[in-house]
């Protein structure tokens, strides 16, 4: 996109209408990219240059949108606030007020509004905006109602979801999609209340079993899982188990008891997470697959492991390793391989630990969490230690390593120092050699992989 700009600026000038349009995509990319400081700066250049040229008074409104909304992501709302005034304001010159245009422009303003915490203007224009998509029977409407929705949770006035029976059912799935969209940004809480409010309508104007009311409740859990809110998360993951089980869904019911056997053990009801998982014990061998029996074993020798009944615990991960090697599932050998040597080591039966861990890892991709706590376990067992749960960043600084030197010719690599600073990863790579193109491109990719792979887990960590 740089090479475009330039070649842009050589064929028709340094501020052209053409040079406008490369800055406004190299901002696209930049902003993708992680990069907002410098896409707002060439969302600006693209805005100055077609600020006068009523001949692309219509790209100039969008570059003008478009710097306004990167000025709020970076939380600079004085600014975002000021541009995309503008921007309504003069999209409703060139588009008149009555056109969709003018409520794309509205949009973005609600949000900064919004942010700004003005929820009575915020409120105001994005039912504007509403109003407008409702008469032009524009599907946008579906993202100024969520929009809207969020107003109101945060303390705006009036019903979340008013009127979702005169909505044709693509609009009310493209709501529910537009409200999960919007859990990136904003309060947790807030959004909380949306979904909450989402799903009761939902289940109204579509039905309980509808794929986006099951998707709503779906993230209704997730979201009460990342806020420890988990009565509210048991009772999302109750009602889509029963979704599942009125649909004759075996796959997805068993799917479903597993978190919500998950999310009672988190919630501290104990005795109801180890009756889920005999149950869903139950739902698996009606499937009959030992992936599905290995998995509902692993993770139920778990809990029995947490709940110190030692004995039972043991018995189902021996299983799940048994019925893993039924199977064909690397990963699930692995999975099940690492659980039964940190449950064996824990127990101070190294050797026995060390023979389970070993074939685990081996199962496992390098960047699989199971085969990161695999490894640390292993080097605590061949140190001759009862556990290795403590010593995770070696681990993951070795596992980077063997990751990029797998894939990589053996000669060409003499040195790889990894260093974890401040959460994420410092390199010094040293070459024994010049490499080809073709070996350049796979060193590269080989380390933004593993780059992006294991910063993963680092923060999974924190």
Not at 196 to 207: F, H, I, S, V
Not at 328 to 347: N, P, S, T
């Amino acid at each position: 996109m740089t090479r475009e700009l330039h070649a842009a600026a050589a064929e028709h000038g340094h501020g052209s209408a053409a040079w406008a349009s490369a800055q406004c995509d190299l901002g696209n990319v930049l902003l993708n990219a992680g990069q907002p400081d410098r896409a707002i700066a060439c969302y600006r250049a693209a805005t100055e240059a077609t600020r006068t040229d009523p001949q692309h008074r219509r790209e100039h409104l969008t570059y003008r949108m478009n710097l306004g909304m990167a000025l709020r992501m970076v939380g600079r709302l004085d600014e975002a606030e000021a541009e995309l005034r503008q921007c309504a304001q003069d999209r409703g010159v060139f588009y008149g007020r009555g056109h969709a245009g003018y409520a794309f422009g509205l949009e973005p303003l609600a949000e900064v509004l919004l942010r700004r915490g003005d929820l009575r203007q915020a409120q105001q224009v994005a039912e504007q905006a509403m109003d407008n998509f409702w008469r032009n029977g524009h599907e946008r409407l579906a993202t100024a109602l969520a929009l809207r929705a969020e107003i109101v949770a945060a303390g705006g006035t009036g019903p979340l979801f008013p009127d979702l029976h005169q909505l044709p059912d693509r609009i009310v799935e493209l709501l529910a999609r537009s409200a999960v969209d919007r859990l990136d940004e904003g309060d947790p809480a807030v959004h909380q209340n949306v979904l909450t409010g989402l799903a009761a309508a939902l289940e109204k104007r579509l039905g309980p079993d509808h794929p986006a009311t099951l998707n709503t409740l779906s993230m209704l859990a997730n979201l009460g899982r990342d806020r420890g809110e988990q009565a509210g998360r048991v009772e999302a993951i109750r009602r889509v188990l029963a979704s599942h089980d009125r649909q004759g869904n075996a796959e997805q019911s068993l799917t479903a008891a597993l978190g919500l056997a998950l999310a009672q053990a988190e919630a501290g009801d104990e005795a109801a997470a180890l009756d889920t998982y005999a149950s869903a014990y139950a739902r698996a061998e009606r499937i009959g697959r030992p992936e599905q029996l290995s998995q509902v074993l692993r993770n139920w020798g778990n809990a029995l492991k947490a709940a110190g009944q030692a004995d039972q615990a043991e018995q189902r991960l021996a299983e799940a390793v048994a019925q893993a090697r039924r199977g064909a599932d690397r990963e699930m050998l692995g999975r099940a391989c690492v659980a039964l040597g940190v449950f064996l080591q824990h127990e101070e039966r190294l050797a026995e630990a060390r023979a389970v861990l070993e074939e685990g890892v081996s199962q496992l991709d390098g960047v699989h969490p199971d085969a990161i706590t695999g490894r640390s376990h292993l080097s605590a067992v061949t140190a001759g230690q009862t556990c290795g749960c403590g010593d995770m960043e070696s681990t993951i600084i070795e596992a980077f390593r063997e990751f990029v030197f797998s894939r990589l010719p053996a000669d060409l690599l003499a040195e790889l120092d990894v260093t974890i600073v401040d959460g994420d990863f410092q390199l010094n790579v040293g070459l024994r050699r010049e490499p080809s193109q073709d070996e350049l491109e796979r060193l590269n990719g080989a380390v933004g992989s593993a780059v992006a792979e294991f910063r993963r887990r680092i923060s999974s960590r924190r």
